[in-house]
Structures are given as structure tokens and as C-alpha cells.
């Protein structure tokens, strides 16, 4: 109990480090979420290498999917919502970069899952090193093999662009893999997900790490 408490405190000084506010809620003219443009910012990892190793332990021996966006938050420097938002499109393996184009979060006033634009609200690059290359592929092979796995029971994950007041909010909605997907809705495969193939939100990510 005390080990699981000490472990419980870490993760929490550590998320307090990551987590940051966001904003949201943008019109399609003011920010492309889903365009092919890149550009380019700085990114700083967040947590000194001894929380970070402790964490990473900790997760893993959980099996916990925490574990992946934690990990490249730390490599990267990129805050929790946009790692939760990357998609495989934003991820190029070969050169070792990342395209961050969005970030994700509860809307706890519209009770809904929602893609916004970054804190800066630009695209930007980010490179990575050879250890989150292997994590990632590592990880990218393990989500094909759950999704054959899962069969007809894989969840899959949707944006629709909802307008209300003159404004535009990107809503994630996770359906079953045989659900009929209504109209306007759009797949997106996320880098972060669940065994079950549903998307890992830095909600999620808060929960899961208790």
C-alpha cells in the first residue's frame, strides 16, 4: 500500500508538470486541424529522467495504456492532449518527426470529448529520438495485432464538426466496429489507444494511472 501510495503521489507531481490548459474551440478559418502543413517549435521534455523512469516502471508492470502517451510526452515535450490527439498521418518513422496539428480534452461545459487546436494554435514539428522510434513501431505492430484480435469487438474512433453559435467543435465519438457510422463522421487513427482500439484521452490517462 505505501509503495502503490509513493508511486500514486509521483504520478500526480508529474502529471501536475504536464498537464496545461488549453484552448479549444476555433473556427475552420482561424486553424486547420486536419491540414498536410507543417512548421516547426521547440520541444523540452517535461520530467527529469528520474520521475520519468519511475513512472514508465510503474505503468508498465500495470500493462497500463497510459504508458505509451506518458512516454512520448517525455520525449517529445508535447503536452498530454496533443499527444493524446496524434494520429499514425502526424507520425513519420522513417525521418523521426512528429506533425502536431491538434490537441484533445473533455469539454466538461458541452459534456463532450472534443479536438481542438494546440496552445499556440500553430503546426509544428517535432523530431524524436531512436528509443521512441522503437516504442512506437513496437506499438503501431501491437495495435494491428489487437484489432485482428478483437474482431468485430474493436472499438473504432470518429471526429464530426458540430456548429453551435458560430462556432466549429470537433467531437470524438468511439464506436463498435460494426456500428454504422452516421453521416459527417469521420475515422481517425489515433497513436494512443486502449487494447480495445478506443482512443486514450488525457482523462483516461489521469485515471488509469491511480
Not at 503536452?79 to 496533443?82: A, K
Not at 473533455?106 to 487546436?117: C, D, F, L, M
Given at each position: 500500500m505505501i509503495l502503490r501510495e509513493q508511486f500514486f503521489n509521483l504520478y500526480t507531481?508529474?502529471?501536475?508538470?504536464?498537464?496545461?490548459?488549453?484552448i479549444f474551440i476555433v473556427s475552420r478559418e482561424e486553424y486547420e486541424l486536419f491540414s498536410e502543413e507543417d512548421g516547426d517549435a521547440p520541444a523540452v521534455p517535461t520530467l527529469t529522467h528520474e520521475q520519468f523512469r519511475a513512472l514508465e516502471d510503474f505503468l508498465n508492470k500495470k500493462d497500463n495504456p497510459a504508458l505509451l502517451p506518458i512516454q512520448i510526452a517525455y520525449y517529445t515535450g508535447l503536452?498530454?492532449?496533443?499527444v493524446c490527439a496524434l494520429t499514425w498521418q502526424d507520425v513519420n518513422l522513417d525521418e523521426q518527426y512528429l506533425t502536431v496539428r491538434r490537441s484533445i480534452r473533455?469539454?466538461?461545459?458541452?459534456?463532450?470529448?472534443?479536438?481542438?487546436?494546440t496552445k499556440r494554435k500553430i503546426v509544428r514539428t517535432?523530431?524524436?529520438c531512436d528509443t521512441l522510434?522503437?516504442?512506437?513501431?513496437?506499438?503501431?505492430?501491437?495495435?494491428?495485432?489487437?484489432?485482428?484480435c478483437y474482431g468485430e469487438l474493436c472499438s473504432l474512433n470518429y471526429y464530426t464538426e458540430v456548429r453551435e453559435k458560430d462556432r466549429a467543435y470537433y467531437e470524438v465519438y468511439i464506436l463498435p466496429r460494426t456500428a454504422e457510422v452516421p453521416e459527417g463522421y469521420r475515422e481517425l487513427s489515433f497513436v494512443c489507444l486502449?487494447?480495445?482500439g478506443a482512443v486514450e484521452t488525457p482523462s483516461m490517462v489521469s485515471v488509469m494511472c491511480r
Open positions: 507531481n508529474c502529471v501536475d508538470i504536464i498537464l496545461k490548459d488549453f503536452r498530454i492532449g496533443e473533455y469539454n466538461g461545459a458541452r459534456h463532450k470529448t472534443e479536438i481542438g487546436s517535432v523530431d524524436f522510434a522503437v516504442i512506437l513501431r513496437r506499438a503501431k505492430k501491437e495495435q494491428i495485432e489487437n484489432r485482428l486502449r487494447s480495445d
